[in-house]
């Protein structure tokens, strides 16, 4: 039985990563079913995890013909995810950058949020083995971020996140076109400015050990493009619209139970 829980792993020659990864997902006290989208790696990734697909039903691929990029890759794997019926639907790295044992503390997080988001930077800086350059990179453009659209989060750009069922089904996906970066901030951009509830959990990120990154000079131009499109797309606003109560959280579970209660009050004076 497929579980409610999905953790999608986009893969590009992650054949030394792969099948420990796997096997981190499979042993975690929680049971998640996994999608792995390949694109066609020359190293046999596919291959591999057609292998680990048939020796474990939780694990599912989806292989595409080219190179297209991570993001092109999530937003398949969240068509597939929301054509089934998963609930809490997860982006994790391939590349142990992402710490599979976190999965439990999104999920529990997700609990009272429409989307979780991995921070390395709230209450310190937790990342391993990056040269400072990247450091300086990735928090100047957390920082950019903030400044230029209002997104009131401590790591927009990492792609390490759970999101609820209904926070997926309220973008369009086929309309999402950047990748990398500049992926990471739409998608977030888009739920918050719509009143979604977003909570940060902390994370450690630690730089690959095996394989090599894909990050592009591209991909910084293209976030630093995209903000200014996403300001303008929300109409200058630098604060999101009126809150909508999150998927489950306690608050709407206390809402519905004061409209029971009040529906009961009114019948019984009726009567
Ligand atoms: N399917 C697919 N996966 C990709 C593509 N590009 C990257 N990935 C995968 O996406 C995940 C993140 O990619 P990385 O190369 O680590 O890119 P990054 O995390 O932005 O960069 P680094 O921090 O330098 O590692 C890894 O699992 C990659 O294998 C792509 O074009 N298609
Ligand atoms: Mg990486």
Same mark, same amino acid.
């Given at each position: 039985?497929?579980?409610?829980?999905?953790?999608?792993?986009?893969? %590009?020659?992650?054949? *030394?990563?792969?099948?420990?990864?796997? !096997?981190?997902?499979?042993?975690?006290?929680?049971?998640?079913? &996994?999608? =792995?989208?390949?694109?066609?790696?020359?190293?046999?990734?596919?291959?591999?995890?057609?292998?680990?697909?048939?020796?474990?039903?939780?694990? $599912?691929?989806? $292989?595409?013909?080219?190179?297209?990029?991570?993001?092109?890759?999530?937003?398949?794997?969240?068509?597939?995810?929301? *054509?089934?019926?998963?609930?809490?639907?997860?982006? &994790?790295?391939?590349?142990?950058?992402?710490?599979?044992?976190?999965?439990?503390?999104?999920?529990?997080?997700?609990?009272?949020?429409?989307?979780?988001?991995?921070? @390395? %930077?709230? #209450?310190? =800086? +937790?990342?391993? #083995?990056?040269?400072?350059? +990247?450091?300086?990179?990735?928090?100047?453009?957390? &920082? %950019?971020?903030?400044?230029?659209?209002?997104?009131?989060?401590?790591?927009?750009?990492?792609?390490?996140?759970?999101?609820? @069922?209904?926070?997926?089904?309220?973008?369009?996906?086929?309309?999402?076109?950047?990748?990398?970066?500049?992926?990471?901030?739409?998608?977030? $951009?888009?739920?918050?400015? !719509?009143?979604?509830? =977003?909570?940060?959990?902390?994370?450690?990120?630690?730089?690959?050990?095996?394989?090599?990154?894909? &990050?592009?000079?591209?991909?910084?131009?293209?976030?630093?493009?995209?903000?200014?499109?996403?300001?303008? !797309? $929300?109409?200058?606003?630098?604060?999101?619209?009126?809150?909508?109560?999150?998927?489950?959280?306690?608050?709407?579970?206390?809402?519905? *139970?004061?409209?029971?209660?009040?529906?009961?009050?009114?019948?019984?004076?009726?009567?």
């Amino acid at each position: 039985m497929p579980h409610d829980a999905l953790v999608i792993t986009p893969t %590009y020659n992650e054949k *030394e990563n792969l099948p420990k990864l796997v !096997q981190r997902v499979l042993s975690l006290p929680v049971k998640v079913d &996994m999608l =792995i989208v390949d694109d066609n790696s020359p190293d046999g990734t596919g291959k591999l995890a057609d292998e680990l697909s048939a020796k474990h039903p939780e694990i $599912h691929v989806m $292989h595409r013909k080219v190179k297209n990029g991570l993001g092109r890759a999530y937003c398949d794997g969240f068509l597939w995810a929301l *054509e089934r019926d998963y609930e809490f639907i997860m982006e &994790m790295d391939g590349d142990f950058s992402h710490n599979p044992d976190d999965i439990p503390r999104f999920l529990e997080a997700a609990e009272e949020a429409d989307l979780v988001l991995g921070t @390395r %930077y709230k #209450n310190g =800086i +937790r990342v391993i #083995n990056w040269p400072l350059s +990247r450091l300086i990179l990735s928090m100047g453009a957390g &920082m %950019y971020v903030r400044m230029i659209t209002g997104l009131p989060i401590s790591d927009p750009t990492g792609g390490y996140k759970c999101f609820r @069922r209904r926070a997926l089904e309220s973008l369009d996906i086929n309309a999402i076109k950047s990748n990398g970066y500049s992926f990471q901030i739409e998608l977030t $951009h888009k739920i918050w400015r !719509q009143g979604m509830r =977003i909570a940060e959990v902390p994370i450690v990120f630690a730089d690959r050990e095996h394989g090599c990154s894909k &990050m592009s000079g591209h991909i910084v131009w293209e976030a630093i493009w995209m903000v200014w499109r996403l300001l303008f !797309q $929300h109409g200058l606003r630098r604060w999101p619209k009126k809150r909508v109560e999150a998927a489950g959280s306690k608050a709407d579970s206390a809402a519905k *139970e004061n409209k029971t209660a009040g529906e009961k009050q009114e019948k019984k004076d009726r009567s």
